[in-house]
């Protein structure tokens, strides 16, 4: 099965991406690695070690990033609570994370296992950045990277950009620039296409239908998660964001992706961590990215919830 690395700052839907990767056997998850991001980095590690505790999991994880490289850090209290998981009831967890720092274990085990590993960032893209700058070789090492971040439509944490790119948009550059100058095959998805998979009531009702404490824990967390979509939308559900990444690799046929070519936006100003697509090819400059345009929601959920069903 495939090796992935899980990098991201859970966060109910980095949450649900590590639930739908570790009950999927084509998925080989070496490690989940943590992030600052819509809370603290001692609070998404302890969340990733929630996870791995309420399904038994055996992966390691390896924390982070607690900044970015250049702005002053964001967080997203707003939409994931204190906890960064709020909701449902948090097993306390009976072991802990790892010493070495993301960075080095993504470092060392692309190094040990060359165009084999896959990469699926869910948060900001500092760890990534760090690793490429500590290693450059690994760029042509990694078999491809898989980023929930971005938008080629409005952002949501400012107009113009989403919020993992608008936490480190220098790292964002340092991936994406990577991607332009060496091949390193980069798949973006974006609001633009997240915005597409609303996690509404009946398919809340669809988790909680399992009858297993994992469909009811993803239920509880979904439905916190709502309510700031509710709010803020006005829509019936949050927009499933993170869960793209690895369903991208275990059903790509529910997905409509399109080479683009993606800069990001580092000025300071209103436009800050905007990710901006030529859209129009008017630079001549070769694409770097494939960016999702487009999902089959009801497929996506479908797959989803059966994933989440295997959980006993
Ligand atoms: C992204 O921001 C975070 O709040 C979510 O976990 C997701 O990764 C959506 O903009
Ligand atoms: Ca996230």
């Not at 829509?235 to 991208?248: F, I, R």
Request: charged share 20%.
């Amino acid at each position: 099965s495939r090796p992935v690395i899980l990098d991201g700052d859970p966060g109910h839907d980095d949450a649900v991406n590590i639930l739908l990767a570790c009950s999927s056997p084509e998925l080989d998850v070496l490690g989940v690695t943590t992030t600052y991001g819509n809370v603290g980095l001692e609070r998404t590690t302890h969340n990733a070690l929630v996870v791995r505790e309420l399904i038994g999991g055996d992966f390691p994880v390896y924390p982070g990033a607690d900044r970015p490289l250049v702005v002053p850090r964001l967080s997203a209290e707003a939409v994931h609570g204190e906890s960064g998981l709020d909701g449902p009831h948090l097993p306390t967890p009976t072991r802990g994370a790892e010493a070495l720092h993301a960075a080095q274990f993504i470092i060392d085990t692309v190094r040990a296992r060359p165009g084999e590993v896959t990469l699926l960032p869910t948060g900001p893209l500092t760890n990534l950045a760090l690793a490429l700058r500590l290693a450059p070789d690994i760029a042509t090492l990694i078999r491809e990277v898989v980023w929930m971040g971005g938008s080629l439509e409005a952002g949501n944490w400012s107009p113009s950009a989403e919020f993992n790119a608008l936490c480190d948009p220098h790292a964002a550059q340092i991936v994406f620039e990577t991607a332009a100058e060496t091949g390193l095959k980069l798949t973006m998805f974006g609001l633009n296409v997240t915005h597409q998979a609303i996690a509404d009531s009946r398919r809340v009702a669809a988790f909680r239908a399992l009858g297993t404490p994992v469909g009811e824990f993803t239920a509880v967390l979904l439905e916190f998660f709502a309510e700031h979509h509710r709010e803020r939308y006005g829509w019936d559900g949050g927009a499933l964001h993170d869960p793209m990444t690895a369903a991208y690799l275990l059903a790509p046929e529910l997905f409509e992706v399109r080479p683009l070519l993606v800069d990001i936006d580092i000025s300071a100003g209103p436009s800050a961590g905007r990710t901006i697509g030529d859209v129009w090819r008017v630079t001549g400059r070769p694409p770097n990215v494939d960016a999702a345009l487009k999902v089959d929601a009801d497929g996506f959920f479908a797959l989803l919830t059966e994933r989440i069903g295997r959980y006993r």
